[in-house]
Structure formats: structure tokens, C-alpha cells
């Protein structure tokens, strides 16, 4: 039997103390538990944040500081310290861990994104316990996934993990703000996210010292369920949190049951990092084709193109102004403008690549929306 794969999400407020500094009673009690799940055969990647926390005292900033310069400097010095009590903690119970330092760039470039995939598996394979976090010393806002939630999320994916942990301060999720309305109820379980849950729980209940609040847990929630993978957002203490949380038992909210869409590395990559080209407008039987019956986009269901791309870019798929999926292209938007409407044995002649389809259904995604409705 398979190991499962889980990817522990750890955030500032659970490894902070009253000051906003590196709590290392509470780093070394998430190891333990880390390291209790192992010992009980799972796979676990975890994703921590922490380096400014670990990072500022160093500097001589009486708090966390609030500056981007600030928190980058902190982060320079944090990150080789917080992976450093990793390491020492680790080492107790005779297990190695490793540092990876991520930026949003490394996900929208292809073959990066395709290393990092390569990187987890041999570590994985080598029974080592990858530490992973945003770079924060050189991220700039638009190289950034937000918050170390949606890092967990698209990694959690990536890895094609069995579950996601996300612990915070907070035991789950509330259909009001638990801090300032006594009337609110949690949330044990919910199946699936819906718009009005969303809606709901918008309030932000997070930690001071954190990025992010329960509005960028549910986001990440949804892009892991949206890739296959179930999540618990909640609380725990003590050595066997983890344990408790894998036998259901733990202190917050589960999400999503029953999931079977599980892209592809190469299809996560399309639909979630990509870089958008250019439009292609299809018919109502391509659109149908696509949606209900899994087939690939032939030049003949195409309208017009939108657009200046070449043979491998990702573009929108679009019926009736909806963007119904994306997908990477075998035709350059000029061979698509000759061929467009045709037979795909008139429009291989149009195209370098010398393929029938415009888009192969390998290479293509359904929207997400549309996604939930289809597959």
C-alpha cells in the first residue's frame, strides 16, 4: 500500500510567541508531531512560515517590522535560522530535513515548476522532510503567492498529496466572527465550499503577526480541493495533533470528501500558472465536445482568434463570452487565422507542428467552474 503524502501548513501565529519572536517550544512540539507522523508511515512536506519572526531580534527591531525593506532584511537573516532549529529539531528523532525557498516565478515557468516537482519527489524518495516557504527576502508583490496558505495549496497539488493541514490559532471555520459574535457556529465538516460558505466566513480572524486570515484559508482551501486534495483548517497541541487530525478527530474543520479531479502536473501547470496568450472563440459543438464529452479543440470548431501567440502558449477557450477552459496551442495564432473553421486535414498543412488538433485534450483544462459542473 502506498504512503499517504500530507503537507503540514504551519503559520506565524503558530510559531510566535506574545512578541511576534520564534516560539522554539512550539517549533520543537510541530516537529514531534511531524515526526510522529512519519514514524506512523505517512509522507509529509511541510510548508512553514517563520523566517521574519526568527529573523528581526537579529536586527535590533524592538518588534516585527512593518516596512517591505524591514521584513526582507528580517527574512535574510530569519530564513537561515528558522531552517537551522528545523534542522536541530529533526535531529532528535535522527531525521533530515530540507530547505526550499519558492517565489510565484519558479510556478509560471514550466520547466522550473517541472524541477521543483522533481526536487520533492527525490527528497520524498529519500525519506527527508522538505521545508518549504515563500522567499521572502527577494519576492516583490507581483512574484508573490499572498500568503504561505495559497504556497500550501498549489504544493499540495503538485505533489498530488492526500491532505492538506493548515494549523492556525483559530479551530476551524465559523459562519460569523467567533472573537466578536457569540453566536457563531462552526463548522465540522463541509463537503465542498460553496458560494454562500465563501460569503460567510469573509471575516478575517487571523493573528497579527500572520498574512494571512481564514478569507486566504478558504481560497487556498478551494484551489486544493480544485486539485484533488481534502484540507483541514484548525487547531491542535501536544505530540500526536497530527495523528489525531489523520484519524479524524482533531480541533478545527475538514473540507472535501469524495474528490476525484486530480490534474496532471502538466495540466496544474495550465490551469492554475500559466501565462494567458490569447483567446480562441469556439462553437457550440466544440463547446459541447469540450464540456460533456472530454474531446480535444479542432480548427474546425474555432470562430476567430484574439491575439498574437506561437505553437506551445496557453490560451482561453472561450464560447458565448465565457471562458469555458484553457489549453496550450499546436497552431501560432496566424496558422489558426488560416485555418480556423477548417478540417483538421486542411489545417495541418497550416501548421508547423503538423498536429490535428488546435488544442489536445492532454493539454487542455476546464475552467474551474466549469470543472465542478463536469467533471
Given at each position: 500500500m502506498a504512503k499517504q503524502r500530507i503537507v503540514v501548513k504551519i503559520g506565524s501565529s503558530s510559531l510566535t510567541n506574545k512578541n511576534g519572536g520564534?516560539?522554539?517550544?512550539?517549533?520543537?512540539?510541530?516537529?514531534?508531531?511531524?515526526?510522529?507522523?512519519?514514524?506512523?508511515?505517512?509522507?509529509?512536506?511541510?510548508?512553514?512560515?517563520?523566517?521574519?519572526?526568527?529573523?528581526?531580534?537579529?536586527?535590533?527591531?524592538?518588534?516585527?517590522?512593518?516596512?517591505?525593506?524591514?521584513?526582507?532584511?528580517?527574512?535574510?537573516?530569519?530564513?537561515?535560522?528558522?531552517?537551522?532549529?528545523?534542522?536541530?529539531?529533526?535531529?532528535?528523532?535522527?531525521?533530515?530535513?530540507?530547505?526550499?525557498?519558492?517565489?510565484?516565478?519558479?510556478?509560471?515557468?514550466?520547466?522550473?515548476?517541472?524541477?521543483?516537482?522533481?526536487?520533492?519527489?527525490?527528497?520524498?524518495?529519500?525519506?527527508?522532510?522538505?521545508?518549504?516557504?515563500?522567499?521572502?527576502?527577494?519576492?516583490?508583490?507581483?512574484?508573490?503567492?499572498?500568503?504561505?496558505?495559497?504556497?500550501?495549496?498549489?504544493?499540495?497539488?503538485?505533489?498530488?498529496?492526500?491532505?492538506?493541514?493548515?494549523?492556525?490559532?483559530?479551530?476551524?471555520?465559523?459562519?460569523?466572527?467567533?472573537?466578536?459574535?457569540?453566536t457563531a457556529n462552526k463548522y465540522e465538516r463541509l463537503p465542498m465550499l460553496t458560494a454562500e460558505i465563501l460569503q460567510q466566513t469573509k471575516h478575517e480572524t487571523g493573528s497579527k503577526v500572520g498574512t494571512g486570515g481564514m478569507k486566504s484559508k478558504l481560497l487556498a482551501a478551494k484551489t486544493a480541493l480544485s486539485l484533488g486534495v481534502k484540507v483541514f483548517v484548525g487547531t491542535g497541541s501536544g505530540k500526536d495533533k497530527l495523528i489525531q487530525i489523520m484519524e479524524e478527530h482533531g480541533d478545527g474543520t475538514y473540507i472535501g470528501e469524495e474528490l476525484s479531479n486530480s490534474y496532471r502536473k502538466q495540466k496544474q501547470w495550465i490551469a492554475f500558472h500559466s501565462k494567458v496568450s490569447g483567446r480562441l472563440h469556439v462553437d457550440q459543438g466544440a463547446s459541447e465536445a469540450i464540456l460533456h464529452h472530454g474531446k480535444s479543440l479542432l480548427p474546425a470548431g474555432i470562430k476567430w482568434v484574439e491575439g498574437d501567440f506561437e505553437i506551445g502558449n496557453v490560451v482561453d477557450i472561450v464560447y458565448n463570452d465565457h471562458i469555458i477552459a484553457k489549453g496550450q496551442v499546436n497552431y501560432s495564432a496566424t496558422e489558426l487565422i488560416q485555418s480556423k473553421g477548417e478540417q483538421s486535414k486542411v489545417a495541418m498543412k497550416q501548421s508547423a507542428s503538423n498536429r490535428p488538433e488546435a488544442v489536445h485534450r492532454d493539454r487542455l483544462v476546464l475552467s474551474i467552474e466549469e470543472a465542478y459542473n463536469y467533471e
Open positions: 520564534l516560539d522554539l517550544l512550539k517549533l520543537k512540539e510541530h516537529t514531534a508531531a511531524i515526526a510522529a507522523l512519519k514514524k506512523q508511515h505517512y509522507e509529509v512536506i511541510l510548508i512553514s512560515s517563520g523566517a521574519v519572526s526568527a529573523g528581526f531580534y537579529d536586527l535590533g527591531y524592538p518588534s516585527r517590522p512593518v516596512t517591505v525593506s524591514g521584513k526582507q532584511a528580517a527574512a535574510a537573516v530569519g530564513q537561515g535560522l528558522l531552517v537551522q532549529a528545523y534542522n536541530d529539531a529533526f535531529k532528535e528523532y535522527d531525521m533530515v530535513a530540507a530547505q526550499l525557498l519558492l517565489t510565484k516565478d519558479v510556478f509560471s515557468n514550466q520547466l522550473q515548476y517541472s524541477n521543483v516537482y522533481q526536487t520533492l519527489t527525490e527528497l520524498l524518495k529519500r525519506d527527508v522532510i522538505p521545508v518549504i516557504n515563500e522567499n521572502d527576502t527577494v519576492a516583490i508583490d507581483e512574484l508573490t503567492f499572498g500568503d504561505n496558505d495559497m504556497l500550501s495549496a498549489l504544493v499540495s497539488g503538485l505533489v498530488h498529496a492526500d491532505f492538506l493541514i493548515m494549523l492556525t490559532d483559530i479551530n476551524g471555520l465559523y459562519d460569523k466572527n467567533p472573537k466578536t459574535d457569540p
